[in-house]
C-alpha cells in the first residue's frame, strides 16, 4: 500500500520511527491590538473602500434595513436563515425570500436571483473581511453565486483582524466543514493583468455594520 | 543528458511582445509586493518569514507525525486520504472514482499538483469533460498550452490573443474588451459549474490539526469547484502542511503578499470533510489526495529538502533577472524561475536537465524575497556540485577535469603560479576598452568556444598585485 510505503520512506529519509513524539513546535505568533470600536469600524470601511466594496455604518436595524430594501428594489433577492437578518426586518422586504433548506431549491435561487443577503460570523476590521461560517442558518451559496452580495453585520462582530479571529477560533473545524473569508468583490487580472470584477464570485458587494 | 534549449529561447528572447509581456507583468508584481510590503501593517514582515521558516523547517522534519495527524482528523470529519506515491497512481484513483460514482463533468480550480499529474488529460481519456475554471487557466487550457507561471498562468497572452482563442474554440464572436471576455468566461463557467459531478480545487495548506485544507484565490471558481458538485477531491503535495490553523495568521500574511501585494486574497476557503449534518450545501462526499511523487526523494538530502517549504507565491519568478528574460515555457516542468530551477532536478535527478541550476546569475533575488527564506541561490550551488559530480562519475567533461586538474596544480604551486601570471599579459588575447571581448581562432573550438561566446573577461592589469607588493616593499626599504 502507498501509504505504508510512502511514510516509512519519509521516516527513513528523517531519521525518525513509527510513533516518535515531535519536538517543540515552534509557538505561535498572534498579536491582538488593542483598537476600539470607531476606530475598528473606521479600518473595517476604509479597507473594504480601497477594494471598491461598499459598506454603511447602521446607527440602528430600522436604517440597516432601509438601505437594503433601497438596493434590492424591483430585483430578486435570496437572503440567509440567519435570524439576525430577521430581526432588521430585512427577510420582510418585498423580493427577499427566505427560509431554504433544501439544496437545489436553494442552489436554483442562487443561481438565477440578482442579489444574495447573508450576515457573517465575524468580520475583520483590518482587512474589510467578512467570515463565513457553513451552517444551516448560512449556507455557502448565498454569498457565492449571485452578482450581488450584501451582508448585515453587528458590529459586536467586529474583530481588529486574523490574528483575534485565530485566537477566538483556534480550531474553526470543529464549527464547519467549509470557512470562507470574503475580502471585497471577486476579481481577476488574469488577462494582461487588467482588473475586472465579479468572474465567478459577486461583482459588488456592501456591507452594512449595524 | 538533455541540452540547454537554446534555440526556443533565443525565439522567446527575439520575441519583443512577449518581452514586453513577461517584463511589464512580473515587474508589476514586484511593484505590488513592495508596496504592501512597505505599508506600516506589515512592520513586522521580517518576523514573519522567520517565523513561517521555523515552522515549515519543525514540520518538514517531522512530515510523518503531521501526515498522520492530518489524516486522522481528516477521517474524523468524514473525508477520505488518498496516498499516492507518482501521478500515475493518483490519475487511476481519479479516473476510479469518476467511473465509480457516474462523474460525467469535472470543474477544476487552479492546482499546480494536477498539473504534476497532467490530470486533464488522464481524464479526457475516459470522454469525462474536465473544465479549468481559474480565468487563465481556461484560457490555457482553451489554447492547450501549460501555465506560464505559478500565479499568473496565462501572463504572456494579450487580450488580442484571447480574442482569437474564444473566436475559435468557443465560437464566440470576437471581443477585444478585457471586462467582455471576462464575462464571457464567466457565462460558459458558470453553466459548468452548475452541472459539475466533481470539482478539483488545490490546496495552499494542510492544516495537520484541524484535518482542513485551505485554499486561496481571488476569484471564487475555488469556492465554486468546492460549494457546488456532489463530490470535492483536494489535490496536495504531501509538503503543504502547517501544524496549527493559528499558524495561517502568519503564513496567509506573507502569502498574498508576496504573490500579487495583497493583505489577504478576495477568498480564503477553510475546508474539512464533507457538509455536515444540518449544513445546507457544500459536498457529499470530501477527498484529499496527498501525493508524493518525487517528494520522499527529495527528503532524503538535509541540506536540500527546504525547497519543500515553498508555497507556491511566485515571488522568486518575478525578481529573476532569467525568467524575466525567458519566460515560463523554457523552463522543463511544471514549476519555472529559481524555485522550478530547485525543484525540477531534485524531483527528476540531477542529470536530466543539468543546464537548470545554471540558469542563474546568482544575484540572490530569490533567496533575499522567499516569503519562507528559502535559500535558493545556496542550493542552486549545491546542485551544480552534485551535477559536476555526477559528471564525473560517468566519466564526462574530461577536457574539463584535465584543464581543472591542471589549474589545481598550478595554483598550489607558488613558483608556477608566479611565471604563470607574469605570463599573463603577454599571452592572453587583446583587449578593448579593459575586456577581452573575443579570443583566437584557435581558441574558438570545443567547450572553451561556448564558454567565451557568453562570457566576456577582464583584461589582466599591467601589473600583478604580486608585483605591486613586492615593489611597494622594496620601495620602503
Redesign the interface.
Known sequence: ???D???S???S??G?R?G????A??P???KIPEVPLARRIGQFCE?LGK?NGKSLVAKNLEEARDYVAGLVQGRRAIASNAPFLGECGITSIPGVETG????MA??ERC?TYDIGITSASFALA??G?LVML???EE???VS??PPVHIAVVPTSKLLTG??EL??L??????H???????????????????L?R?????GEIHVVLV | MSILPAGEIRKTLLDDRLQTAIYGSTGRLVGKRRESIDDPVAAEFEAWRTHANAIKRHTIENLDYYLEELERNIVKRGGKVVWCKDAEEAAEFVRRLCREKGVRRIVKSKSMTTEEVELNHEVEKDNIDVVETDLGEYILQLAKEKPYHIVAPALHKTRYDVADIFTKTLGVERETVIEKQTMIARRVLREKFLTADLGITGANFLVAGSGAVVVVENEGNARLSSSAPRIQIAFAGMEKLIPRAQDLAVFLKILGRSATGQPLTVYTSFLSGPRRPGEIDGPEEFYLVLLDNGRTKVLQDPAKRQALYCIRCGACLNHCPVYRKIGGHNYPWVYSGPIGAILSPQFHGVTRDPWLPHASSLCGACGEVCPVKIEIPKILLELRRDIAEAKEREGEDRVQQLAFKAWAFVMTHPKLWSLALTGAPYTMPEAENGWIRSVPGFMKIGPLAGWLSQRDLPAPAPKSFRRLWKERQEGRQ
Open positions: 500500500m502507498s501509504r510505503l510512502i511514510l520512506s519519509i521516516r529519509s528523517l525518525r513509527a516518535q513524539p515531535v519536538p513546535r515552534p505561535v505568533l498572534l479597507a477594494l431554504f433548506t433544501g439544496r436553494l442552489r443561481a483590518e482587512t473581511t457553513s451552517s444551516a449556507p455557502r451559496l457565492l453565486l486574523l490574528d485565530l485566537t477560533l483556534p480550531d474553526p473545524a470543529g464547519t466543514s467549509g470557512m470562507a473569508f470574503i475580502t471585497g468583490p471577486s476579481r481577476t487580472a488574469d488577462i494582461e493583468q487588467f475586472v465579479g468572474v465567478h464570485g459577486p
